[in-house]
């Protein structure tokens, strides 16, 4: 085993996640997984590991839903406004009242 391999399997041992591996090393996951294959953990190890994980995911969800998100659907609907003011030029007051019509 090289020693690559064998900080690889540390780093795991010491609670670390693939993707956290796959940095610090500046690896490609592929090639931490295949050093892992073989490696067990205990169940105490995965279950830190499993919840620090799902607490990234929740943050990276709440900040796509509050930042990203309204940021992406503002910009559609600019976007939308103003194809629609290129085909809709002007209207009459007389236009106007037949489309409230319309809609009532």
Not at 61 to 89: H, L
Request: proline share 3%; with cysteine.
């Amino acid at each position: 085993m090289n020693k690559k391999g064998e900080r690889i399997i540390s780093l795991r041992k010491e609670g670390k996640t693939y993707g956290e591996i796959e940095k610090l090393l500046e690896l490609p996951k592929s090639t931490v997984a295949w050093w892992l294959r073989d490696v067990k953990i205990p169940k105490s190890l995965k279950r830190e590991i499993l919840e620090r994980s799902r607490e990234k995911w929740r943050k990276s969800i709440i900040d796509y839903n509050t930042k990203v998100r309204p940021q992406k659907a503002a910009e559609i609907r600019e976007s939308i406004k103003k194809k629609a003011s290129k085909e809709i030029k002007s209207l009459s007051s007389k236009d106007l009242k037949l489309i409230g019509c319309a809609l009532y």
